[in-house]
């Protein structure tokens, strides 16, 4: 059974720091691109963060300088290090786990964690 599970969200002030942690179990994690994605309230999921089986990272736009990805294959671990927050950034933030199959997508999600932004 894979699962995928998220953790260190809360409540932080502007210009706060927080690092979101996604352990997974389940899936041989190094063959896997992991993810983090948001979705605020009224508002489509996006795409946060991203890093390769290799390592290669990329950001959305609105978080480049602010977020970093990182994993660990040793521990099953993505992590999600966010500093200088916005209230913008308030969203549940997912894990996610992707392999791209000859003819086949195959997508894992975590069960979400809150974050929110806020004086």
């Known amino acids: 059974q894979v699962q995928l599970v998220e953790s260190g969200g809360g409540l932080v002030q502007p210009g706060g720091s927080l690092r979101l942690s996604c352990v997974a179990s389940?899936?041989?994690?190094?063959?896997?691109?992991m993810g983090w994605y948001r979705q605020a309230p009224g508002k489509q999921r996006e795409l946060v963060a991203a890093?390769?089986?290799?390592?290669?990272?990329n950001y959305a736009d609105s978080v480049k300088g602010r977020f970093t990805i990182s994993r660990d294959n040793a521990k099953n671990t993505v992590y999600l290090q966010m500093n200088s927050l916005k209230p913008e950034d308030t969203a549940v933030y997912y894990c996610?786990?992707?392999?791209?199959?000859?003819?086949?997508?195959?997508?894992?999600w975590g069960q979400g964690t809150q974050v929110t932004v806020s004086s």
């Open positions: 996610n786990a992707r392999l791209e199959l000859v003819n086949q997508l195959v997508n894992y």
């Open positions: 389940g899936i041989i994690f190094s063959s896997y691109a």
């Open positions: 890093a390769t089986r290799g390592g290669v990272t």
